[in-house]
C-alpha cells in the first residue's frame, strides 16, 4: 500500500465525467485505485477542486412538477466561474465567483450586478425549489466535516461514493447540515440531502439520468426536492434537465 503524508491525497488523471449542476461539481480527478480512503476533509476539498477545472457549456431548463412552469437555462463554467443564464423575461444571470474563499454569488439583471446578501439565502430562483443558498455552494465551505460511510452506495445510480456529512459553523442559514454522497471515481456529488437546526430534512438533489458521450457521462436529469420540516411532506419538486452534450 502506498504511503501519504498528512492532508494530502494521492490524485490521478481520470476520464473526464460530467455529472454537473449547480451541487453537482463535474470533475476531472479521482483517487489512484490503490490510495487509502481519505478523510472527510479531503473529500470535501476534492469536490471543490473539481469545480475548478471544467470548461464547457450546457443547454437545458427547469421544469416545476406541480405547476408545469418551464425555464430555459444556459450552464456554463470556465475559468472558476459556473454562471447560469435565464432568459424568460425578466431576463437574469447568477454566477458564482469559485476564485475567492468561500465562493461569492452575484445576480446580474438589468440596471446591474450586485452580490447576493446572505439574508436572501433562503429566496426561491426563478420560483423553483432552488435557492441562493444551493446556488452558492457555501456548505463545501464550512469547517465542521465528517465521514459517514466510505462505501456508500446509490442504487439508482449504481455507484460507489463516501458519503459525509458537513456542519455549519451557526445557523443564520436555511441548511445546518448538509450529507453528501460523492461519486468515488469522480470527486462529483451525486446527493445531497440539507437539514435545518432541528435535523428536519429540508432539501435533496439527486442525479437520476445521465447522458453517455463517448465514453463518458454527462447529466441529463437531476431531482430538486424541498420538505416541510414541520411534517415531513414534500413541497415542492423541481427537474432540471440537460441537452445532449457535443463530444469533447
Sequence with gaps: MKSRSSGSIDYRMKRRL???SLVLASATVGLAEDAPTPTAEE???LVRRSYALQDHKMTGQLRDDETGKVEPLELTLTK???RFRFTNAPPEIIHL???TNPATLWQVKPGGSSQVPLSNADDSVRGMDFNYE???QRFLYWKTVKLLDANARLTAARIKCWLI?????DTSGPYYTVDLWVHQDSGGVAKMEAYNKGGKLVKRFEVSKIWKVNGASALREMRV???????????GRTYMTMD???PQ
Design 18 to 20: 460530467f455529472l454537473t
Design 43 to 45: 473529500i470535501l476539498g
Design 80 to 82: 472558476s466561474i459556473m
Design 97 to 99: 465567483d469559485l476564485t
Design 134 to 136: 444551493d446556488l452558492s
Design 165 to 169: 456529512r458537513i456542519t455549519a459553523p
Design 225 to 235: 426536492e424541498s420538505f416541510n420540516p414541520l411534517n415531513g411532506d414534500r413541497k
Design 244 to 246: 445532449k452534450p457535443e
